[in-house]
Every structure is written in structure tokens, then in C-alpha cells.
């Protein structure tokens, strides 16, 4: 008896599936497909049990056509996938904002941070920064060479570990000064070396900022030197 009800059992379960195959063939769908790779596409299909789950999930009518279920299960699927990169992108553009407003705010404070002094005629406009990213420097001196003539910069800044210095020379005397020279100097007093950039512009890295007051002190020379 138990056997004949298991056989019995096991008929009306592949007769059941016989059926809904028969009454739902289209609900195998493809949803979407893309390029992964080159020759290779990526197919996303949905079969009859889970056409049936995402249409509970999304709350749509199981009553309805299965053509129709799929259109709807597509068209939620895609204003999910919208959403989803809606988000992303007020997040990437939220991010972009923040890392803006945290760089004007640090070339603010380093442009308003230096000192300027007239060494042997010539402007010498100097300032040593603590928690200041290297990237903010060429910014900034770009604000303090503005129409600026007769001057020169030099801009130290340390990031944790890193250190980073910037020469500038106004375009009058780049035939007496070259602000490569000026970097690359510097760059040896804070535990570096090379440098590079024009005769007017030039940016070095380092590793040691407690020389910074020495390096401002060689420029110094530097432009008595002239």
C-alpha cells in the first residue's frame, strides 16, 4: 500500500510539472543579456518557479498571463536596476563634493597661511604646512603666482609620512633663478631626491619635514645669491 502511494505521489508530481509546462511555456525568459568579456555573453533567464517567487517579491498579480507577468517582472526589475544606479551616482557625486570642499578649503588655509618678505629685492613668499595633501599645492601656488612678478614661492607640506615641496619663480626671473634648481635642493634637505618640473614650476617629494625652517633658509641664500 505505501509503495502504490508513493508511485501515485510521484505520477501527480510529474504530471503537475507535465502541466505547468504545458499552461506556462513562456515563462522561461531570457531577462537580459551582455557582453562580459570578448566573445563571451552573459545571459540572465528566468524559469517558471522563480518567475512565480519575483512575482510575490514585486507584489504583481500571479493571475494574470504569464507574458504579461514577465513584462512586468522586466519592467521592475529595470526601474530597480535605475534606482539602484540613481543611488550610486548621488553617492559618487556627494563624495565628489566633500573631496572639494575639503580642497578649497585647504588651498584656502594655505594661501592664507604664508608669509611673504623682500630678500635681496625680491619677493620670497614662503609657508610650511602640517595635514596638507601634496596635490594642494600646485593649486594654491597657482592662486599666490597670480599676475605676480619679481617673486618666489616655496611651499612645504606633510601628509603623514609624506612630503611634499613646491618652487615657484615668477616669469621675470627665471633667467637668474630656475625653480628645478630651488626643488631639487630642497628635496635632498627633506629626505629625497629628483624632482622636477619648468623653469618656473617645480615639485619634489620627501620624507623628512623637520628640515623645513633649513630648506626656507637656503632659498633665502639662494635669492641673496642672485
Given amino acids: 500500500m505505501r509503495y502504490l502511494l508513493q508511485r501515485v505521489s510521484e505520477e501527480v508530481y510529474r504530471d503537475g510539472q507535465r502541466r505547468a509546462l504545458r499552461l506556462f511555456p513562456s515563462l522561461f525568459k531570457i531577462l537580459k543579456e551582455e557582453s562580459v568579456a570578448s566573445g563571451v555573453r552573459r545571459i540572465e533567464a528566468i524559469t517558471l518557479n522563480d518567475a512565480f517567487d519575483m512575482a510575490k517579491k514585486y507584489e504583481l498579480d500571479t493571475t494574470k498571463s504569464p507574458d504579461v507577468l514577465i513584462i512586468e517582472l522586466q519592467e521592475k526589475l529595470r526601474k530597480e536596476k535605475e534606482a539602484e544606479q540613481d543611488k550610486l551616482a548621488r553617492e559618487f557625486e556627494e563624495k565628489r563634493k566633500q573631496e572639494m570642499e575639503l580642497q578649497n578649503k585647504q588651498i584656502d588655509t594655505v594661501v592664507k597661511g604664508v608669509k ?4 635681496n629685492g625680491i619677493n620670497f613668499v614662503s609657508g610650511i604646512f602640517e595635514n596638507i595633501s601634496a596635490k594642494i599645492l600646485k593649486p594654491a601656488t597657482d592662486n599666490l603666482r597670480k599676475d605676480a612678478k619679481n617673486t618666489v614661492i616655496l611651499l612645504i607640506a606633510s601628509d603623514g609620512a609624506k612630503v611634499s615641496v613646491l618652487t615657484a619663480v615668477s ?15 630642497s628635496a635632498e634637505m627633506l629626505g629625497g631626491h ?33
Avoid at 616669469?171 to 635642493?185: G, H, Q, R
Avoid at 626656507?216 to 645669491?225: P, Q, S, T, Y
Fill in 116 to 119: 611673504s618678505e623682500v630678500v
Fill in 171 to 185: 616669469s621675470d626671473l627665471t633667467n637668474k633663478i630656475s625653480a628645478v634648481d630651488l626643488v631639487k635642493k
Fill in 194 to 226: 629628483g624632482g622636477g618640473g619648468r623653469a618656473d614650476l617645480a615639485q619634489a617629494g620627501g620624507t623628512d619635514a623637520s628640515n623645513a625652517k633649513d630648506v626656507a633658509d637656503m632659498i633665502k641664500k639662494e635669492i641673496e645669491n642672485i
